[in-house]
């Protein structure tokens, strides 16, 4: 197929699209990262939950939309917290390499999918649109409203968690438990406190990220693991533990993605292999990724 | 002409034996106990993403199997059985799908439906020539039921079979020209993908896009679509389509103005595409098999009644699915010889035939697949064409695979 | 040595004893991915957590299904030819990205897995989509005419030859390993994993050493997948994926990162432990993945940890 079918307006507005709900998903993912050091494999998992509330709430019950986000956070929070204070904390107190938290995260990983398959089957879940009708901007830019209006509120929650994290009191603690955790410890943080604290948030984050997508594209219960993958690679591409890095990162995959899967059509199977092989090169040139510290 | 006169034999000396037992139980009126077990198997993926087809595989089994149980067992040749299903979760991996067949050889068991995709069914072939068990994949490679492979029976149409059907029936009916196909980056739906396009290029269709693909973890199909959204191709035919995807990029795909026909050859689910497309999926065409209440039988009626019951909620895509134990246990019926003789079992394969008791109609069960691969080893089932209408099926045509 | 007796005489006849042919292939494949988890410890050993053997082991797989089915090598030599093409392979790729550390490394050998699905799925010498199928059994081992192993295909009992292979493979690479790792080059190995720049400074040329680590777990990856394949007489894209570069992670987690055995026994706990579940229906992922984190909170440092196996402390 030749270029001049593809308008790239139409791509570049899918790639922010995809950037924003992606960046949302990103970031929880990145907070426990930057506080605790935890890869969290379960941040898939996580997400599906906060959808599946949502899905009752909203879908089931026939509650406002509004309603049902705000059960996906609220939910997701305790959740987190708990998984948190009894399971992480005493395992990192105990282990001798830190690493051995990516097993705990895997195990719950698996616990969360064999809950989730029990409670909520094995079907594809959707919702009713929460808008009809799309927006056509002369067959060039073509969005449903729906979308836009997810897209509003991904973005607004971004904004909304960036303004916490820099002005209040508990986002101030939790930067300086990032920088330096033992420092800030000195400094007087209650470290246990606001690792709980930065867990739940992660985990809200999560679970607001699935409600509100799942207006868009719906939930299943195996889609878990997949999601966290592609949240690490965001994640990655940013720069790990850093937020604004995590908000690029899920923009730059969303529009390698939009912009890839058009420009490349022609070859089709290997869309997705020339991602991720540039995705490998990238990080070998520049391990820490966009604007991460070469920690790690 | 030995293996008739026996089963005749054998089903009169059975009956005499029941009226027997009618007769010395007479005094005692729950006799629930003493039926024999016949255990079938199920080696299939019923977690993770893909989870759908087997776990709607494994409860049509156990539904089918309660009915039976129910109603006292299965006869076969003299003694009657209650049917017990062991199922083993692959996690869509070969290699547990060989430690799964290993499973069942090792319960003794003969008869195993699934696994549900290509590679399990390839790599669980080595074991099951090994251990004479006769497996029922839901996969399509050829090379799985041509010789010298011969334990291996095609579950369900291949969309080798249907696909031709379905495209010839959209370019006779509703003027189809051109055609673009869209397949997941997977094993199973590229393959079908591949012999899709043969298919339609051999009915003199104009393929106008055929290496648009998706990874299986994609949540926004729309940056998938456009390419093919652009091209306006009068059909656009999802290949091996995941019941969890086929709403999203119909969705997508009508939402960014596409307007021609969509078409898979996979069983869907009335429920999962209301919910994820709503009025959107009004008119996509998929496969199924005794699915809508125009030609289900009063049995099929129960049937779903007992797996509603049994798991909350009913699966379209086990009305394709609820043949295959039908299948397994018809044939032993037919032979009771069979049922710890694999070789028996194939050499009724051949002649068998019994009434379709979930269809409308005349339709009968019996073994085909002489024309895709040589020998029988396909269930023979009904290739119904459905059309979603508002959250339902109906029935476009009807057809049958040789 | 009692452990020797165990493998190859003990549990044969454990299992004649009580009927369970179906434990061959379940402790084959035990054998086969402790190898491969093996290699993966041997990366932590150096301070890397190694997501990506699934990689390996999907192209060691199909370097011997191409060589056998288009080849006509014989399968034997395919086993340490595989080794060796992912050694190499990993030698280039681990080049540029053993430079990374901690989550960046483990991210990138997560890619890595998915790479070489996508690889093969569209390599036309792994023939794409359909997977390569109806591989031969392997054939005879001869050497100057002498039979050293018969041809599996006149073999009565083929699940018990696979066996004895896998197992023998097993014992092979793990004596390999508790030589290295009480060798010159483990205790670099360690140093490497306590202190980078320290070992640096001492004069250890720890880029070598790094991927001289890397090959050779690689190298583990490669031959455990050969042999898969040959038991599944057919290799798909999908035969290695992302969920086995993990479980060989976990594995080695279970086991314990600091004991060489760690793996063998994180293998025979995860793999056999998800097997006994088996009768547990569809509670079986809830009971397991249940298991798995109380392990975690009992036991965080892995099963070796506990100090029932002394004889191995002693040793070091």
Same mark, same amino acid.
Do not use: H
């Given at each position: 197929m030749s270029s001049e079918n593809i308008v790239m307006e139409q791509v570049l507005v899918n790639g922010l699209y995809l950037g924003m709900q992606y960046a949302l998903i990103a970031l929880g993912l990145t907070l426990i990262f930057a506080l605790m050091n935890v890869l969290n494999f379960a941040h898939g998992q996580l997400y599906v939950v906060g959808g599946f509330i949502t899905y009752i709430i909203y879908g089931k019950l026939g509650l406002p939309f509004f309603v049902a986000i705000v059960a996906s956070g609220v939910t997701l929070g305790l959740v987190g917290a708990v998984i948190e204070k009894f399971l992480f904390r005493p395992v990192i107190r105990k282990s001798v390499r830190e690493e051995s938290t990516m097993l705990?995260?895997?195990?719950?990983?698996? @616990?969360?999918?064999? $809950?989730?398959?029990?409670? @909520?089957?094995?079907? +594809?879940?959707?919702?009713?649109?929460?808008?009809?009708?799309?927006? *056509?901007?002369?067959?060039?830019? /073509?969005m449903p409203y729906d979308r836009i209006l997810i897209a509003a509120l991904a973005g607004s929650a971004v904004v909304t968690f960036i303004l916490f994290m820099q002005y209040s009191k508990p986002g101030r603690a939790m930067r300086a438990l990032a920088q330096d955790r033992i420092a800030a410890q000195?400094?007087?943080? *209650?470290?246990?406190?606001?690792?709980? $604290?930065?867990?739940?948030?992660?985990?809200?984050?999560?679970?607001? %990220?699935?409600?509100?997508?799942?207006? /868009?594209?719906?939930?299943n219960s195996g889609i878990g693991g997949p999601v966290s993958i592609k949240a690490f690679m965001m994640v990655m591409i940013g720069g790990a533990g850093v937020i604004s890095g995590a908000i690029a990162g899920g923009f730059i995959l969303g529009m390698l993605e939009s912009i890839g899967l058009t420009v490349l059509v022609a070859y089709g199977d290997l869309t997705y292999l020339v991602i991720f092989v540039s995705l490998m090169i990238f990080l070998s040139i520049r391990p820490q990724g966009l604007m991460g510290k070469p920690w790690g | 002409m030995f293996v008739n006169s026996f089963s005749k034999y054998a089903g009169l000396k059975a009956s005499l034996m029941t009226a027997a037992l009618a007769l010395t139980s007479v005094h005692s009126p729950i006799t629930l106990a003493a039926n024999e077990v016949l255990k079938i198997g199920f080696v299939g993926v019923t977690s993770g993403p893909a989870a759908s087809w087997g776990i709607s595989n494994q409860r049509s089994m156990e539904a089918g199997a309660a009915i039976i149980n129910d109603n006292g067992g299965v006869k076969i040749g003299s003694v009657t059985y209650d049917l017990e299903i062991v199922s083993f979760d692959d996690q869509k991996d070969p290699k547990r799908a060989i430690a799964g067949m290993e499973k069942m050889a090792q319960e003794n068991i003969h008869y195993v439906v699934?696994? *549900?995709?290509?590679?399990?069914?390839?790599?669980?072939?080595?074991?099951?020539?090994?251990?004479? /068990?006769?497996?029922?994949?839901?996969?399509?490679?050829?090379?799985?039921?041509?010789?010298?492979?011969?334990?291996?029976?095609?579950?369900?149409? %291949?969309?080798?079979?249907?696909?031709?059907?379905?495209?010839?029936?959209?370019?006779?009916?509703?003027?189809?020209?051109?055609? %673009?196909?869209?397949?997941?980056?997977?094993?199973d739906p590229l393959t079908q993908r591949e012999s899709g396009v043969a298919a339609a290029e051999a009915l003199g269709l104009k393929v106008v896009s055929k290496t648009v693909t998706?990874?299986?973890?994609?949540?926004?199909?729309?940056?998938?679509?456009?390419? $093919?959204?652009?091209?306006?191709?009068?059909?656009?035919?999802?290949?091996?389509?995941?019941?969890?995807?086929a709403p999203q990029i119909i969705r997508s795909a009508r939402e960014l103005g596409f307007k021609g026909l969509i078409s898979t050859e996979t069983g869907q689910d009335a429920q999962v595409l209301q919910e994820g497309a709503g009025s959107l999926a009004n008119g996509f065409i998929s496969v199924g098999g005794a699915s809508t209440p125009t030609i289900r039988t009063k049995n099929m009626e129960a049937f779903i009644a007992r797996y509603t019951e049994m798991f909350g909620e009913y699966n379209d895509e086990s009305n394709t699915k609820v043949y295959a134990l039908e299948y397994i246990v018809e044939t032993l019926k037919a032979n009771p010889a069979a049922i710890n003789n694999v070789d028996e079992f194939k050499k009724t394969m051949d002649t068998f035939s019994a009434p379709n008791q979930y269809l409308k109609g005349d339709q009968v069960l019996r073994y085909v697949g002489m024309s895709s691969f040589g020998q029988r080893r396909q269930l023979s089932i009904p290739l119904v064409v459905n059309v979603y209408n508002e959250g339902k099926f109906e029935t476009l045509f009807i057809a049958e695979v040789d | 040595m009692i452990f020797f007796i165990g493998v190859f005489v003990l549990v044969p006849w454990l299992i004649e004893m009580s009927g369970r042919w179906d434990y061959y292939y379940t402790l084959t494949s035990v054998a086969l991915l402790s190898i491969a988890s093996a290699g993966v410890w041997l990366t932590f050993y150096i301070g890397r957590i190694n997501i990506g053997q699934g990689a390996y082991a999907l192209a060691g797989g199909y370097l011997s299904a191409v060589l056998v089915t288009q080849y006509e090598v014989s399968f034997w030599l395919t086993i340490p030819l595989a080794g060796l093409f992912c050694a190499v392979l990993s030698m280039l790729i681990g080049l540029p990205i053993l430079r990374l550390k901690g989550v960046y490394f483990a991210m990138i050998t997560l890619v890595l897995t998915e790479v070489a699905k996508l690889t093969a799925l569209a390599l036309p010498i792994t023939n794409g989509a359909k997977g390569i199928v109806s591989i031969p059994l392997p054939g005879e081992l001869s050497v100057f005419g002498m039979t050293i192993i018969p041809d599996f295909s006149t073999l009565e009992n083929v699940k018990l030859a696979f066996y004895y292979l896998a197992v023998t493979l097993m014992v092979i690479c793990f004596a390999g390993m508790y030589r290295l790792v009480n060798s010159r080059m483990g205790h670099l190995c360690r140093s490497l994993q306590q202190n980078e720049e320290l070992a640096s400074s001492i004069g250890v040329n720890i880029t070598t050493l790094r991927i001289?680590?890397?090959?050779?777990?690689? @190298?583990?990856?490669?031959?455990?997948?050969?042999?898969?394949?040959? !038991?599944?007489?057919?290799?798909?894209?999908?035969?290695?994926?992302?969920?086995?570069?993990?479980?060989?992670?976990?594995?080695?987690?279970?086991?314990?990162?600091?004991?060489? @055995?760690?793996?063998?026994?994180?293998?025979?706990? $995860?793999?056999?432990?998800?097997?006994?579940?088996?009768?547990?229906?569809?509670? +079986?992922?809830? !009971?397991?993945?249940?298991?798995?984190?109380?392990?975690?909170?009992?036991?965080?440092?892995?099963?070796?940890?506990l100090r029932l196996f002394k004889w191995n402390k002693e040793k070091k």
């Open positions: 705990l995260a895997a195990a719950i990983a698996f @616990f969360l999918d064999a $809950i989730i398959l029990l409670l @909520f089957g094995e079907k +594809q879940r959707g919702v009713p649109k929460i808008l009809d009708g799309v927006m *056509n901007l002369d067959f060039v830019v /073509i000195l400094m007087g943080v *209650n470290v246990d406190r606001y690792s709980m $604290i930065g867990f739940a948030l992660g985990a809200m984050l999560a679970g607001v %990220a699935g409600g509100l997508l799942v207006s /868009i594209v719906g939930v | 699934g696994p *549900n995709v290509d590679d399990g069914a390839a790599a669980v072939r080595p074991v099951a020539e090994q251990n004479d /068990i006769i497996y029922f994949p839901y996969a399509f490679p050829k090379s799985l039921y041509q010789k010298p492979a011969s334990n291996a029976v095609l579950g369900m149409v %291949a969309n080798y079979q249907s696909g031709p059907a379905i495209y010839k029936f959209l370019k006779d009916n509703n003027g189809v020209n051109t055609v %673009a196909f869209i397949a997941a980056n997977e094993s998706y990874q299986v973890d994609t949540t926004d199909f729309s940056p998938v679509i456009i390419p $093919i959204v652009k091209l306006q191709p009068d059909l656009l035919v999802l290949s091996g389509v995941a019941p969890a995807n | 001289t680590a890397y090959a050779i777990s690689s @190298f583990l990856g490669g031959v455990g997948g050969s042999i898969f394949v040959a !038991i599944s007489q057919s290799i798909y894209p999908t035969s290695f994926q992302v969920a086995d570069s993990i479980n060989f992670m976990l594995n080695v987690f279970v086991g314990g990162l600091g004991y060489v @055995f760690g793996p063998m026994l994180g293998t025979v706990v $995860i793999y056999f432990g998800w097997d006994l579940l088996f009768q547990t229906g569809k509670f +079986q992922l809830l !009971i397991y993945s249940s298991i798995l984190i109380l392990l975690m909170l009992t036991v965080p440092n892995g099963l070796l940890s």
